[in-house]
């Protein structure tokens, strides 16, 4: 059997404000599901609470990947896992090349499910670690580079510095086939895309995808969806999600917008307008 | 007759450390006048709200230091010996070493020697070529009372390089200099004074490494005077490492003829509290001076460091890049100043300080200035201090990549570009092993597998094994739109 990832109920804060209410989902290895709503409807959010950011604070429920409840781990170990977040904003980081980057990540995701450098070391000595030795890693990402048809230009630069929108979403298609996730968020991979650029990155994902990747694909246009074919598709509004159905509910949301989705009891809470 | 190395500093002191060393009368009275700058200046203070440093190297007590130290000449010791096989580079012009308070080594190629080139101690220089030790040795370049610690370093200087390169000498490979310092209780004095003849060039790589005994204390106390005559080009380059309990007070400057340049790239590791001052007195016209400088400070260091770019004369041109990390209770001041003077016309003059703190009690104060008295200038400054981007880290980590070592692929990032600047391979490669060895947490391989990397990547540039897509790499280009 595949990996899942379960999530029951989940509840997250932001600075005090609730944003997450009550999510439940199930991804597995080998599915595609679409995850859409309106803005603010708590999408990023879910991606970044699924990945443990420090920003949000989980208040209720609960998250498992491949039977373990990973609440308590941290960002890196849950990536160790195979889990993988494809960035709506993917940071740049000056100074660091890409290449370096892509062999250090590598070599950690592949160090497995540990937990590692947490707590002091009694013995005060340094670990070894496991490397990849640099003309394996070289082979291997050039392969992936070739299968997504990324410039070579690419991995000497430093990390999303001074990349374009396209090319920022591009890279972390190519960390994704590199790192090789067994469920990976991607996080509105589509916005700020043109048609040719959406139609590139798309092809990207589709050379992915098969029954050892397990896709949730954040988005609010249904455009995505025309390249890369769902099997499932999930609503969000108000930090839950609202309905599931397969992609037909994308054609229908196409038509009708999601308004006649907002939930009656979601109309207001504590006599506020809910507009998280 | 009392004992050379006993301690504490007095006029007597003075006599008897230019008696031993057998000086001319000259060099006994510039010593003797320096001991009364140094009696009859005041320690300077910081400014109001300040971070301390200066105050408390003033309350430091120097009596209780031995201004000289007798060392044996001949074997180096194993542990010199180790840091020295460290420094080397296989294309080097010269080697020359201090230990303690006297030059132990020296060599130069003989090719230089026939070109006329010097290399010597500054005992020998001051007994072999007294007009320019007279003429240049903290004359114009570091007077004797521009503080009270320079004062006192002209009093009991000893040990020291002269390089003289003569008019139209080129030398390629860099010449390396080494200060080890392991005496507990010593004030250790070194002086570089390098004089860069018309159209020549020279690269100078100066190191300080120290293994005084760790309940010890030690001081050094260094100046480097660099002279780049008409069209001469000077590259400085100096690596502090010394030992967290090694007090250290230097000062840098340079002092340029028409179309002379220098670039100082510093590297500040080590010590226990570090007062600094470096400059650039661009003097000539169309000179050109560039700093280039790194700091790493944890546990209870403190830095106070100095810059000024004097613009006094026509067209000339400035860059001080500085950029440094902080961890622990450490704390740094950085005043850099751009000083134009009137007539200085058609100056260029940048300034830019960068510190990143580690610690939530870490303390940085970086601050430029800027003094214009021309009307026809281009001069920016700028200076930043702040914390790791909590977004950067969370993104390194959600690639698998533990927090700390996240922490520091950030911090070497952010000195990347200051790196990158530094023109010889061996010091970049050293040191960017020094910073990743400074971070807590590092995996023992870590700091090789990362600067190898670099280094190869570097090297091997971009296209190499290019991937040419089909057709015009252009044609697959993204176009991003905005919504």
């Given at each position: 059997m595949g990996s899942e990832l379960i999530i029951k109920n989940l509840h997250a804060n932001i600075e005090g404000k609730p944003i997450l209410r009550g999510v439940n989902l199930t991804v597995r290895q080998g599915e595609i599901h679409a995850l859409m709503g309106p803005n603010g409807s708590g999408k990023s959010t879910l991606a970044n609470v699924i990945m443990g950011n420090p920003k949000y604070e989980v208040t209720e429920g609960e998250i498992w990947f491949k039977g373990e409840n990973i609440l308590e781990y941290s960002p890196d170990r849950r990536a160790r896992m195979r889990l993988f977040l494809a960035f709506q904003y993917p940071m740049s980081i000056p100074g660091v090349s890409v290449a370096n980057f892509l062999r250090r990540s590598l070599e950690a995701v592949r160090e497995g499910n540990r937990p590692l450098e947490e707590g002091e070391n009694p013995s005060g000595r340094m670990q070894k670690r496991k490397t990849i030795p640099p003309a394996e890693f070289r082979k291997l990402l050039q392969e992936k580079m070739k299968l997504l048809r990324v410039d070579n230009s690419f991995i000497n630069r430093s990390i999303n510095d001074g990349f374009s929108g396209g090319e920022k979403k591009r890279a972390e298609i190519l960390q994704m086939a590199l790192l090789e996730p067994e469920i990976a968020i991607m996080d509105e991979t589509d916005s700020g895309l043109d048609i040719d650029a959406l139609k590139i990155v798309s092809e990207s994902v589709n050379a992915l995808t098969g029954p050892n990747l397990g896709i949730l694909l954040i988005t609010h246009y249904k455009r995505i969806l025309d390249y890369i074919r769902p099997d499932y598709v999930h609503v969000m509004f108000n930090g839950r999600v609202v309905k599931s159905g397969d992609s037909a509910l994308a054609q229908e949301l196409e038509e009708?917008?999601?308004?006649?989705?907002?939930?009656?009891?979601?109309?207001?809470e504590n006599g506020e307008p809910v507009n998280a | 007759m009392l004992n050379i190395s006993a301690p504490g500093f007095s006029r007597e002191a003075v006599v008897r450390l230019s008696r031993h060393k057998g000086e001319p009368e000259w060099m006994l009275q510039k010593r003797l006048q320096a001991w009364e700058s140094y009696q009859r200046l005041a320690a300077p203070l910081g400014r109001r709200g300040d971070l301390g440093t200066r105050r408390t190297l003033a309350n430091?007590?120097?009596?209780?230091?031995?201004p000289y130290i007798s060392t044996e000449q001949g074997k180096l010791s194993p542990a010199i010996e180790e840091s020295l096989q460290n420094a080397l580079v296989n294309e080097r012009s010269g080697l020359i070493i201090q230990h303690n308070s006297a030059v132990v080594h020296i060599e130069l190629s003989e090719e230089l020697k026939q070109q006329g080139v010097i290399l010597t101690d500054l005992d020998t220089a001051v007994r072999e070529y007294p007009e320019m030790v007279q003429q240049y040795f903290m004359t114009?370049?570091?007077?004797?009372?521009?503080s009270k610690y320079t004062a006192l370093h002209a009093a009991f200087w000893s040990g020291g390089f002269f390089l003289y390169v003569p008019q139209g000498v080129e030398i390629e490979a860099p010449l390396l200099a080494q200060v080890w310092l392991d005496a507990a209780n010593a004030a250790v004095f070194t002086h570089t004074l390098i004089i860069a003849e018309d159209m020549s060039s020279v690269r100078f790589v100066q190191e300080y490494t120290s293994g005084v005994p760790a309940e010890q204390q030690a001081l050094l106390s260094d100046v480097i005077e660099v002279y780049a005559k008409s069209v001469a080009r000077v590259e400085f380059s100096n690596l502090q490492d010394l030992g967290q309990n090694v007090w250290h007070i230097t000062n840098k400057n340079s002092r340029h003829s028409s179309d002379g340049s220098v670039t100082f790239v510093i590297a500040d590791l080590g010590s226990k509290l570090m007062l600094e001052t470096i400059g650039a007195g661009l003097v000539g016209n169309g000179s050109a001076g560039e700093l280039v400088g790194v700091f790493f400070t944890d546990h209870d260091q403190r830095f106070s460091i100095e810059s000024l770019s004097l613009h006094d004369a026509l067209s000339t041109n400035a860059e001080t890049l500085v950029k440094g990390v902080l961890t622990d209770q450490s704390r740094v001041e950085f005043d850099g100043m751009i000083r134009i003077k009137p007539g200085a016309q058609q100056t260029a003059s940048f300034l830019s300080a960068h510190g990143l703190l580690l610690s939530k009690k870490a303390r940085a104060e970086l601050i430029p200035g800027l003094e214009i008295a021309a009307n026809e200038v281009s001069a920016s400054h700028g200076a930043t201090t702040g914390q790791i981007d909590e977004e950067q880290l969370f993104y390194l980590m959600v690639r698998g990549i533990p927090k700390e070592e996240a922490e520091r692929i950030i911090v070497q990032g952010f000195f990347e570009p200051v790196l990158q600047r530094i023109p010889l391979e061996n010091l970049r490669v050293r040191l960017r092993r020094s910073i990743v060895r400074r971070m807590r947490g590092a995996y023992e391989t870590e700091a090789d597998t990362w600067v190898d990397a670099q280094e190869r990547w570097e090297i091997e540039g971009v296209d190499e094994g290019a991937i040419h897509l089909d057709g015009n790499p252009k044609d697959d280009e993204i176009k991003l739109m905005e919504y």
């Open positions: 009708k917008g999601y308004e006649w989705l907002k939930p009656e009891d979601e109309e207001s | 430091f007590n120097f009596q209780q230091l031995q114009e370049c570091v007077p004797v009372e521009s």
